[in-house]
Each structure stands twice: as structure tokens, then as C-alpha cells.
């Protein structure tokens, strides 16, 4: 009797395990075709959206009635993500590989969809808008946007890099604004002897995503860059990533940066510039307002904002990178007609302007940009407009793998824990082998 | 008597130590919660402009009071569970005649040991088959045999600590195997009891990655995944994370509190057995 | 008769066995509860970190059995970096951890009137959320504001990087990581002291034993279960240390804090690999269960394990 008991426990066990093993391998089976969105766009659908813009205000909410009163059969739920952006991720990957439809669509981060294309957690968009609707956002955005062939997303804003200085400081020590790396390294050095500012330059050199958006545009201002344009192989060993790693690693030997910022994120570079602590920034969008806002920043009304610099001897302004959100539809959404009148909406005149005015982030439609409205609203978006841009190499579906690759052997550098050129031999081979697809 | 008193004072010192390096940085963190947004780099050992704007964000912007309250759901059930099924499946390993024994605390062992995070994923659609996605039941059951092992562990080893005369004296009185459990062992062993409650509250009360693969509406949202969606991309709202988890932390300040008397008597009690 | 089983076991009696009967009564609620939840995840991780797997819109197919994710793992320079600094982490921590929550469990053993109270402010920092703990530290180690720069600047020790200095930021990371649990040994320490015969001690103290040599060589040896089952889940707990290095520096200056959780996070949830993260997975479950076997066998008469 009890080794009966224990046998068909036993079995149980191993049945349910096999049973439920069976089923996950096979489980929704949903049509690879994408199905066509038919039918009036009604009922209620569910955006999965993380906060965006200042967190006063939620302009998601403000976007979510202007749509429904442009929509009236439509109803539509926001569900909070989470704002770390690889934390959204792994919810949003286990939510969808797992078949869920409790959401319709989702922002997304912009390195994105190469990844989520080749893993099917996106809906392709082709058959849903016709080609001149992509007319209406920049060449470079839309190849952001595509994998082989197809889009997998719309852009919801974006974002660009500036630099950000302290006027009040330039004008005491009779500096004109940097525009080479070169000059501000050595206008910061000044700035510094004379006692006025404790630090000269700060960014975003912690382990992590960051460092790739301002290694990217280091590189890119040298001449350089990460990843062949095919994305067969890396490119990060060159002499021209070397000197721009050399000069980022002499900004915090010479003392111009803080020993501590290879541990900075956006939150500290901010916090050490509206401190009034450091002379010179590179940081997004947000900061400008940020840094001017009376009652936190104690260099509020000083804050100037232009084009980051290059290196000597190159042209125009140096390089920023684009950041920013897209909107993706889930591919097991049950509502796509409302989905796609959804992502139309948001990426029409109306909605974008909102974005721009309420929440201070860059339009993607270039229409928008160029208002003269809405660039009077926020001083950095003409700035926006003569940007260089640069995009990171998201194009390939291993990006993460490759970004990891680029921060943590650039942090190491940075540290000093190892030499710049090693830091880019390492560099270098990681990135090849993930691009194989035979690394970890 | 000189001795005696120096023993008392050199633990009272000691006592005063430990209370020191525990308490400091959660201080830090209380003060922390009542700086404004300006203050927030100040170091000063007393924030300069106390408010309790944190506190008000928390609950209007963030809906916290729901997560609060999802939470407390979740971690009270899940500890009478574990405890109601633990406490039983302890005291059979420890003390009845069972075969493989040994067998089932290693694989116990093994099944806890395993790195949740690759655990999060299967975990999903196992629930999702069951239909019991953005529940209370699918965390519940997800929490408790994630901690029952544990649970079991502990109060097996306290089980084992207690004479074997007690079943005799019980089964001469009459007593069934489950009154002999629940009145007459059970009494006995209530340090472990509250240990392994204690500890699988806490666990449950602090879950992350379970909770927030799981429960992704936002009636069924807990607390550690609520803190998780605070502030922007670019910026981490300290001040009202921290005041978030003072309040978060209230509840099982005040239950050991409530039951210190409890506690400390049975901890007493354990120690006069004949 | 024979007094022995086809098995070379002495034969059980009627009472015996319906105890035995009892004990699988008893336990089989439990068992089948873990069994029924844990059993599937873990069986498919395994199965997955065997396989080409490829996630999908539509699940994870597996494609094929292979050998490949181990392979690619064992040869990744970054995956042996993880492993050794878990396992000195780990080693480091929990014998901190064990000395130190041994101390304290002595002292509040002391304490009378003051025990509760101190019980509970000990129970704050276990009963702080891991991420919110790791923002805790993340804010004090900051490199701008952070209190430490300022605490330390008050004895003339000023720029320290800790958080941007390797060896400096896994010490940082173990000081949070032993503030938090230490608590938690403290409490399983105690519950096992008062629960020693009193007796014994007693005695050992009558004729006239100094209360080290009691304590060291009476009550230690009683306490040994207690131990065991907290370090083995301390074991358990550090190896799988996530929240702490991945909040408080992903794992960086460069991978120089890198746990081997950060790493499966990474690769499972960022790099969306789906096989080589479970062959983390299964591989660090293995590690611990060997140091856990190794671990019990060494104390295994100490854990009090019967067998019939």
C-alpha cells in the first residue's frame, strides 16, 4: 500500500511534468502570417507603457484622452512598466513568448527591434501602413526601425545628446563655448586652476548602456565606429576608437572628470551639474529643463545648451546619439484595426506636438520639429534640429550582446583596470564572436 | 557580583554596537525619505527642509496603498500555508519512521537551489495553463513551494531537538497523531515556528521577479514590483522609494513587536524542559 | 522467519509501519505542492539548456539536442571571471555572516527586557526589500553625494571611488550584502540557543567551567544544526546574488562584480539566449549542490539525519 502511494506519486509527478513540457513546446499556435486588420477600429485596447517626460505630469494620460476623444469606439487602458529598460524587457519577453494578450501595445526601447524582429515578439507593420507614412520621419529613423526588409515598430520620440555648460562660468573667464574636444578639455583644465569649478566635464562612463550611446559618439567625432555597416564584424580596433578612448580615459587621469565617473548614470551627471559642481555636461534632452528648474537646481538661468563637440580637424558638430521610445504592437494583440489607428495617432501631428510641448522630448516627425511653436517651447529643440546623428549598431539583432561587449571593456578602461588598447583588443574579439553567434 | 555587573555592561555595550551599525543606515534611509527634491544630495546628518511630499507621492501618484495591500494578502496566506503544510511535513521527517528520508531533504535541497531567475520563465506558463496569471492564487502557490523548502528544513532541525518521550506520554493520554502534533509537540518547538513564519513573511513580503512576471495588472501588483516602476527613465526618485519602504517596512516592525511577548515566552518556555 | 527484509533491512514492525504510513500522510500536502510547481520549471530548464533554443512570439522551440550551450559557456573567459568571484563572495560573506550572527545571537541571548525591541530593529534590514536595500547602499557608496564620501572626509580620507574601484566595490558590495542578512543568522542562531538543554550548561557551570570553554566546547557542538541549515542557505542565498551587484554596479567597474545570477539575467532576459542562460542556470544549481553534498557530509552526523 505505501509503495503504492510512493510509485504513483511518483508517476504523477513525472506525467504532469512531461504533460506541461509537451504543452509549452507547443504551445499557442498562432499563424505565422501576419493576420490583416479588418473591421472599424473599436474597443478597448491596452498600452504597456513606461513613465516618459517630467514625472509632474503624466503625459501619457494626456496623450490617452486627446485619442479617445479623436476615437471615440475606442477605449484605451495604460498599464504601468517598469523604467528600468531591461527590467521591461524581461517582463515583456516572458509576457509575449508566453502568448499573452492582457496587452495590445507597448513602448519599446529603440535598440529594439532587430532583437524582438528575429524573436518574434513584434508584430511587423508593413501590411498595416502604406509607404509614404514613413515619409514622414527621417531616412535614419525608419532603417532604426527595420530588419530585413520589414518594420517592426513606429517612433514615438526621440532623443538627442547635447552639451550643456554654465554660461556664468565661460563669462567670467572670458571662454567662447568649446567647439572641439580638444578646446574644452583645455577650457575646463582653465576653469578649474582658476578655482571656479570643482570639475570640468562629466557623462555617463558607468558599466552599462549609457557608455555605449557616449562611446559611440566619442568614436564617431575620431572617425570611427563599433560595426562593420553590414554587421559581418567589429570595427572597434581602430586607431581612431583608440584615440577617442585615450582621450576619454585622459579626461579622468588629468582630473577634468571625477575619479567617480565611470559609476555615473544620467541621475549623477545631472546631479553633480545642477549642484553646480561640474562646468561642462553631456547628457539628453531632459536635462535642460531639469537643470533650469528653480527650485532643485541651484544653476538655474546660467544652463547653456549646443552641439556636442568634435575632435580637431573634423567637420560640423560632433556627433549625437539617437535615443527615444517606439511604439510595437504585440503580435498576439486581438484588436489590430484599434492598434493601428492607435500608433497612427501617435505618430500624427496632434499627438507628437503634445509630446514635444507637454513632455519635452524630441518629435519624430520632422514636421513637428520644425514648427515654430513648439521649438519656442523648449530652447535645446532648434539645437535639435542642426544635430549630426548617430545611430548605435542596433541594426544587428546580437546588439546586446554587443553592447555589453563595447561598456564593459570601456569601463574597464576607464577604471584602469586595463589599457585602452587591450580594453579594444577585448573589445574587438567579444564583439566578433557575438556577432557569430557562438559567444555566451 | 562585580563580575556580574561588568558581563551586564560589556553586553549592553555590545548590544549598543550592534544596534548602532543596524540602525545607521536605515536611519539614513527614513531621513532620506523626507527630503525634498532639491535636498536629495545633501549629506547633512538631519535633512535641511524635512517634508512628507515623498510619502503623499508615493500613495497618490503610485497607487502604493493597493500594492500595500496586495502584498499583505499574499505574504499572510502564503505563511499560514507554508506553516499549516510545513509544520506537519517536519515533524514526519523528524520523527516517524519514514524510508528515504534522507532523500527528500537533499532533493528538497536541490529543488531550492535552483537560480529562480531561469525558474521565472517556465514558471509563467505552467501558471498561464492553469489560468492563473495576475492572481493572488498563482503567487500564493508559486511562493509557497518556492519557500516550503526551507520551511521544512527548519522546523525539521527543531523538531529533532525534542525528547522522543513526548509521543509516549501522549499516546498514553489518548492523544491522535494530529492533537500529538499540534498540542503536544508543537508547543515545544515554537522558536522554530516563528523563525521559519518570520522568515517565509519576509520573503514573500520582498519577491521581486516572480511578482513581476506574474502579476502584471496593477490590482494585483505588490510592493517590491510597484517600487520597481517609480520615477523615469533617467532619474531614481530615492526619496520616494525610501519613504515607499518605511511604509513597507511598518508592518513587520509592528508584528514582531506584537508578538515579542510571544517570542520571547516561547523562547523562554523552550528553555525550562524537563 | 528472517529478522531482515529482501532488502538486508531488519524487519519493521505493524506499529512501525503504520507510523511510517503516518510520516507519508503527514508530509505528502507539502512534497506534492513543491513537487507540482517546481518540478516543470526545472526539468525545462534543464531540457532547454540541452537544446538550440529560439524564443518566439509563439514560445521556445527547441531545436535540436546539443551539447553547444555548455560547450560555449565553459569556453567563455567571462564565465570562469563570474564563477570564481561568486564563490570567494560567497565563502567570504557567509563566514562573516556566521561569525558575526553567532555574536550577536549571543548577546540578545543576554538580553532580557531589551530583546524584543532589539529582535525587531534586527528583522529591518532582513525585512528590507533586496532592491530597495541595494538603492539603499547605491545611494550611501555614491560617487557625488553619497554619505560615505562625507563620513569619511570627517577623517581626511576623500575621493575614494569605491563603487569605480574593482576590489573596493565587491568589499562595498559585501558590507551591504552582511548589514542585510547578517540579521537572519542572528535569529536562527538564537532560536537553536535557547532551545539547548539548560541543563548541561548548567552543570558545566557548577563545576565551575569558565563560560568560554562552555560556550565553545558545550554549546557549539549542540548548536551545530542550527548552523548547518543556516549556512546552507546562506550558501544557497549568495550564489544566487542578483539584485545587489546588478542595482549597485551591473556588474561593473568593467565585470569585475559580476555575479553568476547577473550574468544568467543577462543572458537569458538581455541577450534573449535562451539555452546558454539555462545552461547557466543548471550549472550554478549543480555547483551549489556539490558544495551543499560536500557540506553535509562533512557534518552529517551533526545534522541529526536518522535513517531506519
Redesign the interface.
Known amino acids: 500500500m505505501r509503495k503504492l502511494t510512493r510509485k504513483s506519486a511518483a508517476l504523477a509527478a513525472c506525467s504532469a511534468a512531461v504533460l506541461a513540457l509537451a504543452t509549452a513546446c507547443s504551445s499557442s499556435s498562432g499563424s505565422t502570417a501576419a493576420p490583416a486588420a479588418t473591421g472599424s477600429a473599436t474597443g478597448t485596447i491596452t498600452w504597456f507603457a513606461n513613465q516618459f517626460g517630467p514625472t509632474t505630469s503624466d503625459v501619457r494620460k494626456t496623450l490617452i484622452s486627446a485619442f479617445e476623444k479623436a476615437y471615440p469606439g475606442i477605449t484605451v487602458k495604460l498599464e504601468q512598466a517598469p523604467s528600468d529598460s531591461d527590467t521591461y524587457r524581461s517582463t515583456l519577453v516572458t509576457q509575449i513568448s508566453g502568448g499573452s494578450s492582457s496587452f495590445d501595445v507597448y513602448n519599446g526601447d529603440v535598440v529594439w527591434p532587430a532583437q524582438f524582429a528575429k524573436a518574434g515578439l513584434a508584430l511587423p507593420l508593413n501590411s498595416y501602413f502604406d509607404s509614404s507614412y514613413w515619409n514622414n520621419f527621417s531616412n535614419g529613423l525608419v532603417t532604426s526601425l527595420t530588419y530585413k526588409g520589414q518594420t517592426y515598430a513606429v517612433p514615438l520620440f526621440t532623443d538627442n545628446a547635447f552639451l550643456f555648460y554654465r554660461k556664468d562660468l565661460l563669462a567670467k573667464a572670458h571662454l567662447p563655448v568649446p567647439t572641439t574636444w580638444e578646446q574644452l578639455q583645455s577650457e575646463a583644465a582653465t576653469l578649474q586652476k582658476d578655482g571656479l569649478v570643482k570639475y570640468g566635464f562629466a557623462a555617463q562612463f558607468d558599466s552599462y548602456e549609457g557608455l555605449t550611446c557616449d562611446f559611440t559618439e566619442f568614436a564617431a567625432d575620431a572617425g570611427g565606429s563599433t560595426v562593420s555597416a553590414d554587421g559581418s564584424k567589429s570595427t572597434i580596433n581602430s586607431a581612431a576608437d583608440l584615440k577617442a578612448l585615450t582621450y576619454m580615459r585622459g579626461l579622468v587621469t588629468s582630473g577634468v572628470a571625477p575619479s567617480a565617473v565611470t559609476t555615473f548614470q544620467e541621475q549623477q551627471s545631472e546631479s553633480l551639474f545642477t549642484a553646480g559642481q561640474v562646468a561642462f555636461l553631456r547628457n539628453w534632452t531632459y536635462a535642460y529643463a531639469d537643470s533650469n528648474t528653480a527650485g532643485t537646481s541651484k544653476v538655474a538661468g546660467n544652463v547653456g545648451v549646443t552641439n556636442l563637440p568634435t575632435f580637431a580637424g573634423q567637420s560640423g558638430p560632433g556627433y549625437s546619439v539617437t535615443g527615444g521610445w517606439n511604439l510595437y504592437v504585440n503580435p498576439h494583440s486581438k484588436n489590430l484595426a484599434a492598434d493601428v489607428a492607435f500608433l497612427k495617432w501617435m505618430t500624427g501631428t496632434q499627438a507628437q506636438t503634445i509630446i514635444a510641448e507637454q513632455g519635452g522630448e524630441i518629435p519624430t516627425v520632422a514636421s513637428v520639429l520644425q514648427d515654430s511653436q513648439v521649438q519656442a517651447a523648449n530652447p535645446a529643440f532648434p539645437i535639435a534640429a542642426k544635430n549630426k546623428l548617430n545611430a548605435r549598431p542596433s541594426f544587428v539583432a546580437q546588439y546586446a550582446q554587443v553592447s555589453q561587449a563595447i561598456y564593459n571593456n570601456i569601463n574597464a578602461a576607464l577604471s584602469g583596470s586595463v589599457s585602452p588598447q587591450s580594453a579594444l583588443s577585448s573589445a574587438d574579439s567579444q564583439i566578433n564572436t557575438a556577432l557569430a553567434n557562438t559567444g555566451l | 557580583m562585580a563580575r556580574r555587573r561588568t ?2 555592561l560589556g ?1 549592553n555595550i ?2 549598543l554596537v ?2 548602532a ?3 545607521l ?2 536611519y ?2 527614513v531621513a ?1 525619505s523626507f527630503k ?3 535636498d ?4 547633512a546628518a538631519v535633512p535641511p527642509h524635512p517634508t512628507t511630499s515623498n510619502y503623499g507621492n508615493a500613495f497618490s ?1 503610485y497607487g502604493f496603498g493597493t500594492y500595500l495591500m496586495n502584498s499583505a494578502v499574499v505574504a499572510v496566506t502564503t505563511t499560514l500555508i507554508v506553516l499549516a ?2 509544520i ?2 517536519g ?3 523528524a520523527r ?4 528515504g ?2 532523500a ?3 532533493s ?19 501558471l ?2 492553469i489560468g492563473w ?2 492572481s493572488y492564487q498563482g503567487l500564493v ?2 511562493y ?3 519557500m ?3 520551511a ?3 522546523l525539521r ?2 523538531f ?2 525534542i525528547p522522543f518521550a513526548m509521543e509516549e506520554s501522549a499516546r498514553i493520554d489518548g492523544a491522535g ?1 494530529v492533537r500529538t ?1 499540534l498540542s503536544v509537540i508543537l508547543p515545544q ?1 515554537l ?2 515556528v ?2 521559519a513564519g ?2 517565509t513573511f ?1 520573503a514573500a ?2 519577491e ?1 521577479i516572480i511578482a ?2 506574474l502579476n ?3 490590482r494585483y501588483r505588490t ?3 510597484g ?12 526619496g520616494t ?2 519613504a515607499a ?1 518605511a511604509v ?2 511598518l508592518p ?2 509592528l508584528l ?2 506584537v508578538f ?2 510571544a ?2 515566552s516561547g ?2 518556555a ?4 524537563g | 522467519m528472517t529478522s531482515t527484509d529482501t532488502r538486508g533491512r531488519p524487519r519493521r514492525t505493524a506499529l512501525q509501519r503504520r507510523s511510517a504510513r503516518l510520516g507519508w500522510t503527514f508530509a505528502s500536502p507539502a512534497l506534492l505542492v513543491v513537487a507540482a510547481v517546481m518540478i516543470f520549471p526545472i526539468v525545462f530548464s534543464v531540457v532547454m539548456s540541452l537544446n538550440k533554443v529560439a524564443v518566439s512570439g509563439n514560445g521556445f522551440q527547441l531545436n535540436g539536442f546539443t551539447g553547444s550551450n555548455y560547450s560555449v559557456l565553459f569556453h567563455a573567459p567571462r564565465f570562469w571571471h563570474d564563477l570564481e568571484f561568486t564563490v570567494l563572495y560567497t565563502i567570504f560573506t557567509v563566514a562573516i555572516e556566521m561569525v558575526l550572527g553567532t555574536l550577536v545571537a549571543l548577546v540578545l541571548e543576554r538580553l532580557t527586557n531589551a530583546r524584543g525591541w532589539m529582535m525587531a530593529l534586527l528583522l529591518m534590514p532582513w525585512a528590507l526589500i533586496t532592491v530597495v536595500s541595494a538603492e539603499l547602499w547605491a545611494y550611501i557608496y555614491n560617487g557625488v553625494y553619497g554619505v560615505l564620501d562625507t563620513v569619511l572626509g570627517t577623517v581626511g580620507v576623500h575621493n575614494l571611488n569605491v563603487l569605480g574601484t574593482p576590489l573596493q566595490a565587491s568589499i562595498a558590495m559585501a558590507v551591504a550584502d552582511i548589514w542585510k542578512t547578517t540579521p537572519f543568522v542572528a535569529i536562527m542562531v538564537l532560536a537553536g540557543l535557547v532551545m539547548l538543554p539548560s541543563e548541561i550548561v548548567e552543570a558545566a557551570r557548577v563545576d565551575g567551567a569558565r563560560a568560554w570553554t562552555i560556550f565553545w566546547k558545550i554549546r557549539l557542538p549542540l548548536l551545530r544544526p542550527a548552523l548547518a541549515v543556516a549556512v546552507l542557505f546562506r550558501i544557497l542565498q549568495a550564489f544566487g546574488l542578483f539584485d545587489l551587484p546588478y542595482v549597485l554596479t551591473n556588474g561593473g567597474p568593467g565585470t569585475s562584480t559580476e555575479s553568476l545570477a547577473v550574468l544568467g539575467y543577462k543572458v537569458l532576459f538581455n541577450d534573449l539566449e535562451f539555452g546558454p542562460g539555462a545552461a547557466v542556470a543548471a550549472f550554478t544549481a549543480v555547483i551549489v549542490l556539490v558544495f551543499c553534498l560536500l557540506f553535509l557530509k562533512v557534518f552529517r552526523t551533526q545534522v541529526g539525519e536518522q535513517e531506519d
Open positions: 558581563r551586564n553586553t555590545a548590544a550592534i544596534a551599525f543596524v540602525a543606515p536605515l539614513w534611509m532620506s525634498g527634491q532639491a536629495i544630495t545633501s549629506s501618484n503544510l510545513g506537519f511535513a515533524y514526519a521527517l516517524l519512521p519514514m524510508r528520508k534522507t527528500i531533504m537533499t528538497l535541497l536541490m529543488i531550492s537551489l535552483f537560480p529562480t531567475i531561469a525558474v521565472v520563465a517556465p514558471l509563467y506558463l505552467l498561464r495553463d496569471l495576475n502557490l508559486s509557497t513551494a518556492l516550503l523548502p526551507f521544512i528544513w527548519i532541525n527543531f529533532l531537538t497523531p502534533v518547538a522558536p522554530g516563528f523563525t518570520v522568515f519576509v513580503w520582498t521581486f513581476l512576471t502584471n495588472e496593477d510592493i517590491a514590483v517600487i520597481a516602476l517609480f520615477g523615469g527613465q533617467y532619474t531614481t526618485p530615492y522609494i525610501f519602504s513597507a517596512m513587520i516592525a514582531v513587536l515579542r511577548r517570542v520571547v523562547l523562554t523552550g528553555a525550562v524542559k
